[in-house]
């Protein structure tokens, strides 16, 4: 009888892990550490969304919903995504609530990628969307962005990537992590070469309500773009909601019925709890919001501030909450400089190459952290680059 050596999967053998999450767990065990690595609001799930919650559980809500997620939820973000972004979609066919917007990537993935299908990946970009293409059977195919060019990929560069096995291409704006946003003559000038080709869209629009300096613009509003676009969003980054794991996808009926029967097998449905607090977010929670959006552009401006003062070249981000600063002046490469940082000043960040090959030579710090701790760790920085230069 033949022993097997090993019973994982290949696909999964030759993932490699998360590089954030190798920092966090170093960061973890030592005391009086200032993160600026974790990607989530420091601000608390607001008080009227968390008692919808508890009012749903004291009302005995705590069977199954619908697969596709709560009727009035849906309806909701019908009107939020039509008042908000221009874009109509039937929330009794064209929106699933999800487990967070990661899910909603990994089933939307499953239900386009054939095997040997590309993917068009934008970098530096979030950790998870080569390995998704590639659990999906799918070939992932980077396009580095420049830092000149404020990391915003060209029609012209995405044109150069397409080749006759190019299915879909993904874009995120704002952008994890340089907080790009791309703006509706970048938008038009992409949506151009994705008709031309006949090609599907992933959109990450999960940070659609942190864009700062203009109207967040999702390509599905564009002309002859909504039937080709699949637009990824949630509560965790704008609503503060992170640990709720609530995201939702909006497609044409076509392609939405083909996620909604991964959806059902995988998941069956979002927590009902979380989705309760969802409609109050949308309900009531967009004050809240937009002074948490206030809040983030004026750290923003004092962290990008200080670390072009340092030294340390940062573009403004249009939105999101990360700071990506160059750190090639000091001669170390990305997870040299976040280790080091973090061994003698006790600040942790991102090492850009997590993201790509183009984020070597940068680090992602976030700002979402108060102002206090901002400063303390921008004192340190400044310490630690002297140091070193």
């Not at 608390?44 to 705590?62: F, K």
């Not at 999101?320 to 000091?330: G, M, V």
Request: aromatic letters at 8%; hydrophobic letters at 40%; one cysteine or more.
């Amino acid at each position: 009888m033949t022993t097997k050596t090993s019973y994982i999967a290949q696909s999964v053998k030759n993932l490699k892990p998360s590089g954030i999450r190798k920092f966090f767990d170093l960061a973890a065990n030592m005391e009086g550490v200032i993160s600026l690595g974790v990607g989530e609001p420091d601000f608390i799930t607001s008080w009227t969304v968390r008692e919808a919650a508890i009012l749903s559980l004291e009302q005995g809500y705590t069977s199954y919903t619908a697969n596709a997620g709560l009727l009035e939820l849906r309806e909701k973000i019908a009107r939020y995504m039509k008042d908000g972004y221009s874009v109509d979609y039937d929330p009794k066919t064209e929106i699933i609530v999800t487990v967070g917007a990661s899910q909603a990537l990994d089933i939307s993935m499953r239900a386009i990628i054939d095997q040997g299908d590309e993917v068009i990946i934008v970098e530096p970009g979030f950790v998870s969307y080569v390995p998704l293409v590639q659990l999906a059977g799918g070939v992932p195919v980077t396009v580095e962005t420049k830092p000149e060019n404020g990391f915003k990929v060209t029609a012209e560069e995405l044109e150069a990537a397409i080749t006759s096995k190019t299915k879909a291409v993904l874009l995120c704006s704002p952008n994890n992590p340089t907080g790009t946003v791309l703006e509706r003559g970048n938008l038009e000038s992409l949506a151009e070469v994705i008709r031309k080709h006949d090609l599907v869209v992933f959109s990450d629009e999960i940070y659609a309500e942190l864009a700062y300096d203009s109207h967040h613009v999702s390509i599905a509003s564009l002309e002859d773009m909504r039937k080709r676009t699949i637009v990824i969003n949630g509560f965790s980054k704008g609503f503060a909601m992170t640990g709720w794991r609530l995201g939702y996808i909006c497609a044409p009926e076509e392609i939405a019925s083909s996620l909604l029967k991964i959806h059902q097998y995988a998941m069956m449905c979002a927590s009902t709890p979380a989705q309760y607090a969802a409609v109050e977010a949308l309900d009531k929670g967009m004050d809240d919001v937009m002074e948490m959006k206030r809040s983030y552009r004026h750290r923003r401006h004092y962290f990008v501030d200080s670390l072009n003062e340092l030294g340390l070249t940062c573009h403004t981000p249009g939105g999101a909450f990360y700071a990506f600063p160059s750190i090639q002046k000091t001669g170390m490469s990305s997870g040299e400089f976040a280790e080091k940082l973090l061994m003698e000043e006790k600040v942790a960040v991102v090492p850009g190459n997590v993201f790509g090959k183009g984020g070597e030579g940068f680090i992602r710090c976030s700002y979402a952290s108060s102002m206090e701790q901002l400063q303390e760790a921008v004192k340190r920085m400044k310490r630690f680059v002297e140091n070193h230069s």
